[in-house]
């Protein structure tokens, strides 16, 4: 239903913008809506989400594909880019609790209370900051966890993306949002990207004005950052991006599996420049698989830039070693 929500109103934006074209929307399933039982990041497939979406778009069955960009992988596989990054919704974590549990927020918990959440990230950064606090893994979709969560008693409280529950309308199930200090949240979250097929430059062209600039740059600093870790669903990476008055702040940080062992800095760019008319061979430049002609190429060279020196400082100071191991200890 969110996949479906979320479709639906990229195409309510093209419509307004191209009021002559029609489009039609075809629902799928991936890997990661059919396997249930098993925590993602144990599944070990990079492209959960987004595989067979992709060979629709490779066979020309569809023209784009609307996907959460934290489900996208930082390599796209080759022939495809994001051509579009839509205005970022609320991108912090939020928690809901069991209709028991109503009103309190997680330090107000009962000792040994059950969190759930299918997030290393988010049980990585919460089980330090919440010791007194249990996480297991809860999957399934935003209905069949909330379901889970109301009609049983096996959670407390379950952690979620704000944006997922705020686009579904229910905002008012949003028990307490979790400020990033509390919890930096996954690359990419809260934003929407369209993916479309590399060479097809009449699509290209008609989604890039879903693009939003700010959003564009913070994302491209995030998934570089992500990239140059090579971090993915089976490591706990982090982020938190602010831009303002043309600088681009960003905090990365990577966490032990349980939290004890973590890394974080920030670091900052400028990003104030002006749009350079750049016609000719450098119209299909790509930034972490992204692909924003509308955007000033030497803003998201710096945001791309960025992404990359705080990985480099986080990994000089022992950042390969915290994620090998929480590697290692997720597949054993």
């Not at 309510?12 to 993602?40: H, W």
């Amino acid at each position: 239903q969110l996949a479906r929500i979320q479709t639906d109103s990229v195409v309510k934006m093209l419509c307004e913008l191209y009021p002559d074209l029609s489009f039609e929307i075809v629902a799928m399933s991936t890997t990661g809506d059919k396997i249930l039982d098993t925590a993602l990041s144990k599944i070990g497939e990079k492209s959960l989400f987004t595989k067979e979406l992709e060979n629709a778009l490779e066979r020309n069955e569809v023209d784009l594909v609307v996907h959460s960009l934290k489900d996208l992988p930082t390599s796209l596989p080759p022939g495809f880019t994001i051509g579009a990054v839509c205005k970022r919704e609320n991108p912090l974590d939020a928690v809901v609790f069991h209709p028991k549990n109503c009103g309190k927020t997680l330090n107000l918990l009962p000792e040994k209370s059950v969190i759930g959440t299918s997030s290393l990230r988010r049980a990585a950064q919460l089980k330090k900051k919440f010791p007194q606090l249990e996480f297991r893994d809860i999957r399934g979709n935003l209905n069949t966890r909330l379901k889970k969560l109301d009609e049983k008693e096996d959670f407390g409280a379950i952690i979620l993306a704000a944006a997922g529950l705020k686009r579904m309308g229910w905002e008012n199930r949003i028990g307490q949002l979790l400020s990033p200090e509390d919890c930096l949240y996954a690359v990419g979250q809260g934003a929407l990207a369209v993916e479309v097929r590399a060479k097809d430059q009449e699509v290209l062209n008609m989604v890039s004005a879903l693009h939003d600039a700010d959003t564009v740059l913070c994302c491209i600093a995030e998934r570089a950052f992500m990239k140059r870790l090579e971090g993915g669903c089976s490591v706990p990476v982090a982020v938190n991006t602010v831009l303002k008055d043309g600088q681009l702040y960003l905090t990365g940080a990577v966490y032990s599996l349980d939290g004890s062992d973590s890394l974080k800095e920030t670091m900052q760019t400028s990003v104030n420049y002006p749009q350079e008319n750049e016609d000719g061979p450098n119209d299909d430049v790509q930034h972490v698989g992204i692909t924003a002609k509308n955007v000033p190429a030497r803003a998201q060279a710096a945001a791309e830039n960025l992404g990359v020196e705080l990985a480099s400082l986080l990994l000089s100071k022992g950042a390969k070693h915290i994620l090998s191991v929480a590697r290692q200890l997720n597949d054993a």
